[in-house]
């Protein structure tokens, strides 16, 4: 099978998501994957010059290092609004160049505007496109007056695609509000490698190594650094309260806006040795960074960004066999339900209250239990399948 994929996001620097995930593994099983993906982040490499040149990429993985996909980056414009007007000139011409060249049997889109022109081309040269949900795209625009436009696109893309594939009930219902045919849309859940993010891992190790001491509870989060994220809240309230929770340990993973922020709260608040921020890491070692902590956090706003998500690292806090104190956002809710290892707040100021409330019962181990089970029976190998499988299906109807 040769897939083309289309998306909007940085595939080297962001994840892995989902899609990394899925693709990356179906190229280990004999299937080629190319994928066009766009320099989300060109802000900040604005000094290099205005114009970034096309690229390509061979034998990429991030999810996995089997993985073997070749990753396209189109020619573009760092500058305010022109970086659209560019995508839609370059990333257009990649796309045909790749239907001509490279003739892939289906489409896979993640994004908004190269979605909508590979749908339209895929169309034409009557290649099957699925459009695959995982976020309410319009609303990560950054400039708030193209939300409206990016809402249309992103309906039409979702009333036009051959199949909509979502990855929570939550967000397959908006699909079908945004327009999606009901019998054309379903749901394929996240995974996890549940070898991976083993919980019999030894992380006493690790815990020495950040100075983390035996009788220190430990909260955890990883990704993106949004303002929205509810970690500014947290590690403030920490500040605020550190007599109370002197026992009480923040680890952060991830880089993103509020890192400055989260900085400043440590050195004015004293807890450079109580909240411990760091960048990145390698996916791989990530499980261990988990197995160091006792719970994992989720304590973001319940915004219209957040509300019908779920991240697929509550998955990977999960399978850890850690529980997770998250917002009560309603993908969460219908995805985990209550009882299966997620306790819910309604403010990210309730996440230490409930935490000490945890340690203080004894449920810590036993929620994390309830977390494992719940998530055993979405690994890899399951997930991947049914894509394979879906994708395999409507190349055959379409011939």
């Known amino acids: 099978m040769r897939i083309l994929v289309v998306q909007e996001s940085d595939w080297l620097e962001k994840g892995p998501h989902q899609s990394h995930h899925l693709l990356e593994r179906l190229t280990t099983t004999g299937h080629e994957v190319r994928v066009i993906d766009y320099e989300i982040a060109w802000k900040k490499h604005a000094d290099e010059g205005i114009i970034s040149k096309r690229r390509v990429h061979l034998r990429v993985h991030k999810a996995i290092e089997a993985g073997n996909v070749t990753l396209i980056r189109p020619a573009m414009l760092r500058f305010p609004l022109l970086n659209y007007l560019s995508l839609a000139y370059t990333h257009r011409k ?8 490279y003739r892939p049997e289906i489409i896979v889109g993640f994004g908004l505007l190269n979605a909508n022109i590979a749908l339209r081309l895929a169309r034409k040269a009557r290649i099957p ?37 979502s990855i929570n009930e939550a967000l397959r219902e908006y699909t079908i509000q945004m327009g999606a045919d009901p019998g054309r849309s379903c749901v394929i859940r996240a995974g996890v490698d549940l070898g991976l993010f083993n919980q019999e891992m030894d992380a006493k190790g690790l815990r020495n190594e950040l100075g983390i001491q035996d009788n220190e509870l430990v909260l955890f989060f990883m990704g993106w650094l949004y303002e929205f994220s509810g ?75 957040m509300k019908n998500i779920v991240p697929i690292k509550m998955y ?17 809710v219908k995805e985990f339900g209550e009882d299966n290892g997620v306790l819910y707040i309604d403010k990210p100021e309730e996440v230490l209250r409930l935490a000490e409330e945890l340690e203080r019962s004894n449920r810590t181990r036993s929620e994390g239990i309830k977390a494992r089970k719940f998530v055993e029976p979405s690994s890899w190998d399951v997930v991947v399948g049914e894509f394979e499988e879906k994708l395999t299906r409507l190349i055959g109807e379409k011939r």
């Open 94 to 101: 990649e796309i045909k160049r790749q239907i001509d060249e």
């Open 316 to 332: 990977e806090y999960m399978a850890s066999q850690k529980p997770v104190i998250a917002t009560r956002l309603p993908g969460l």
């Open 231 to 305: 970690l500014k809240e947290v590690a403030s309230y920490l500040g605020r309260e550190a007599s109370r929770y002197s026992s009480f340990k923040l680890l952060i993973i991830g880089k993103g806006e509020l890192w400055d922020t989260i900085q400043q709260t440590r050195k004015d608040s004293n807890l450079e040795d109580r909240i411990i921020l760091l960048d990145w890491k390698p996916y791989k070692e990530v499980p261990r960074y988990i197995a160091a902590s006792d719970i994992c956090i989720l304590p973001a706003y319940s915004n219209q960004v």
């Open 129 to 165: 496109f699925v459009y695959y949900i995982i976020d309410e795209l319009h609303m990560l625009v950054p400039e708030r007056f193209l939300r409206p436009l990016a809402r249309m696109i992103e309906r039409d893309n979702m009333r036009c695609s051959t199949s909509v594939i």
